[in-house]
Structures are given as structure tokens and as C-alpha cells.
């Protein structure tokens, strides 16, 4: 079996050490300065970038199962990466040429947003639920999905994961919190959603194998905390003074711009999905014990 890694960053070298010796692992990477630290992995580094098509040739007939981790450009509404990978894939090697028939039977493990939700005013999420991004960066993820579901149904089989906050014990709004930056008061606040690192990489390889053709999956933990809540979890986790809460126009008016976006959607995602059809288990069904990590 051989399984390609588009995007190796932190969750996908989770992944690979997941899958280690269960398959050949292979990881697109634009820069040769990762090479070393892939093959210590165990990862065959392949060199390409999803901007530049020409440099995807290797990609054709590499693999036949992929792990799409990569996420769009940070401009417009499409996203071409996607477009440029599936046509790499689309691809197969005969006779030393590249000829632009199918290969049929590859299977895509693609980890979305949540934000393609939109603002649900604090509602229950299921995956039912129609897609209303309200930011581009939402938009773009809307675009992969609906390219990938297509190409799925070509006779792929492709799973997507709707992610929301990736945080591990390395991975936390540490220094937000050390700075004492304000939170919302609890009855103006949003619903934020989690999963640990560790947790998104176990569920994306269960998915890979276990994945229905062309299914969304939420992938997300049982926390369900409000925003403030969570930097409450951060500061008692790193032995620091709660952040105040101040009223939501405040906070709202000091933050960044991508601050001001994910303050201004509440959901709290259901992940009863993956429980059922994939049986899967969270190793860290809340924050706390993955702040905490293994020992817990």
C-alpha cells in the first residue's frame, strides 16, 4: 500500500507515525530543506508545489491512498491547489508518458473547517446541515469539498473531515492568555469546537480505511466551550490569572480581523457521526485531559 501526505505539517506526520509500517509513505513537500526531517519520519519526500501544476508530474500513479491536509491560498473564493492536485492524481504513468486517463480507486482523506457551517447562533451541528460559509477563507474550503465530491464520484472514495480548533499540548492560545487579552462575558459569548491533534490524526487514518464514499464527518471533540471558557481551561492549565471578560463590543473592537470572524460564529459541532458509522474514540473527549496529555 502507498499512501501520499499532501500538506505534512504537524498533523500529518501524526498521521504517518500512525501508519508507520503498515504502508510505503510518501509527502509532497515544496521545500528540500524538509527532506531530512521526512525521512527520519520514515516518508519518502517528494518535491512540488501545489501553486506551480508542471512540478506535480511524480504524482501521477504514486499512490493510491492520500492524505489531503493541505489548505488553500489565503486569497479570493476557489481553491486552485485542490483543482491542481486532483488533476496530478487524475493522471497515470504508461509507457513512461503521462496520459490523462483515470486511475480509478484511490481513496482521499481531505480535513476541511468547520466555518463552512457559518454562524449557526449556537445551534447543534450535524453534518446534515447545509454548508453557508460567511468568510472566504470558509469559501475557499466550500470550493476543495465540492471539487472533491465530484471527483468522488468518479469512482474515488473520498471522506472529508470538518475540523474546527486543532490544539495539542505545544499547540494552545498560550500567549494570548499570558498577555491577559479580554474575553467575552459568558452571556454574550460564542460556542467555539475543538479536537486535539492527536485525536484529528487518529480519526483521519480510521477514515482512510473505514471512511463511506464521499462522506462528511465532523471532526471534533465533546468539549462544547464557549470561547471564554476555553481561555479559562488555557490559564488554569499554565497556572496563569483567568483573562477578564469585558462586554462584547469591547473585545470585539481591540481584536484582529480574523479574531473578529471566529467571534462572530457560534456552533457546536455533533460528532455522533464518526461514533456510529466509524466507531471511532476519542482519546481526549474533552480539552482538559488533552491539555494534560498521555499521562491523564
Known amino acids: 500500500m502507498r499512501i501520499l501526505i499532501v500538506g505534512c505539517g504537524d498533523v500529518g506526520l501524526r498521521a504517518a507515525r500512525l501508519l508507520a509500517g503498515r504502508a510505503t509513505l510518501y509527502a509532497l513537500t515544496r521545500d528540500p530543506a524538509r527532506h531530512a526531517e521526512l525521512r527520519a519520519a520514515g516518508i519518502r519526500p517528494i518535491t512540488g508545489d501545489l501553486d506551480t501544476r508542471a512540478s506535480l508530474k511524480r504524482l501521477a500513479g504514486l499512490a493510491d491512498r492520500v492524505l489531503h491536509f493541505a489548505p488553500p491560498p489565503t486569497e ?7 483543482r491542481a492536485l486532483l488533476a496530478a492524481l487524475g493522471r497515470r504513468r504508461r509507457r513512461g508518458s503521462l496520459a490523462r486517463r483515470p486511475d ?3 481513496t482521499l482523506v481531505y480535513i476541511s473547517t468547520s466555518g463552512v457551517y457559518g454562524d449557526c447562533g449556537g445551534a447543534l451541528v450535524p453534518e446534515t446541515r447545509p454548508a453557508r460559509p460567511d468568510s472566504a477563507r470558509a469559501r475557499r474550503r466550500v470550493d476543495a469539498e465540492t ?3 465530484a471527483w468522488g464520484r468518479r469512482g474515488h ?6 475540523a474546527p ?4 499540548q505545544d499547540r494552545m492560545p498560550a ?9 467575552i462575558l459568558a452571556e454574550d459569548d460564542v460556542y467555539t469546537n475543538h479536537i486535539h491533534a492527536d485525536d484529528l490524526a487518529r480519526l483521519a487514518r480510521t477514515a482512510l480505511f473505514l471512511g463511506r464514499p464521499n462522506r462528511v464527518y465532523n471532526a471534533v471533540d465533546d468539549s462544547g466551550l464557549k470561547m471564554g471558557d476555553w481561555f479559562d481551561v488555557v ?7 483567568r483573562p477578564p471578560r469585558l462586554p462584547r463590543a469591547e473585545v470585539i473592537a481591540a481584536v484582529t480581523p480574523a479574531m473578529r470572524g471566529f467571534l462572530s460564529e457560534s456552533r457546536r ?15 481526549y473527549p474533552e480539552v482538559r485531559a488533552g491539555l494534560r496529555g498521555p499521562e491523564a
Request: net charge positive.
Open 76 to 82: 479570493g473564493t476557489r481553491d486552485p491547489r485542490t
Open 104 to 106: 480509478p480507486g484511490k
Open 147 to 149: 471539487r472533491l465530491r
Open 157 to 162: 472514495r473520498v471522506a472529508i473531515l470538518r
Open 165 to 168: 480548533g486543532i490544539y495539542a
Open 175 to 183: 500567549e494570548r492568555v499570558r498577555k491577559g487579552l479580554p474575553a
Open 235 to 241: 490559564a488554569d492549565h499554565l497556572g496563569l490569572t
Open 269 to 283: 459541532l455533533l460528532n455522533r457521526r464518526a461514533k456510529r458509522e466509524l466507531r471511532f474514540r476519542l482519546a
